[in-house]
């Protein structure tokens, strides 16, 4: 799978605190903020994976309710 970049801005304070973090937990930084949002970004997986199968249930019974409208 081709990965993505993201990129935000922090202050230095927050910089040096999340190297800090990182380091202090044997990271590199970027491998702390990606740890750090793991559990975010599986919820967020999660989610959008429910939103889809509710708007194709809703897709499926609209088609339902139409092919039984037509056939009457």
């Known amino acids: 799978m081709k990965t993505k970049v993201i990129a935000f801005r922090v202050t230095q304070d927050e910089y040096d605190a999340l190297v800090y973090n990182g380091k202090t937990a044997g990271y590199k930084l970027a491998e702390f903020v990606a740890a750090s949002l793991k559990p975010t970004i ?25 092919a039984a409208n037509g056939a009457q």
């Open 42 to 66: 599986e919820l967020s997986k999660q989610a959008m994976a429910k939103e889809q199968k509710r708007l194709e249930a809703k897709a499926k019974r609209k088609a339902k309710k139409a």
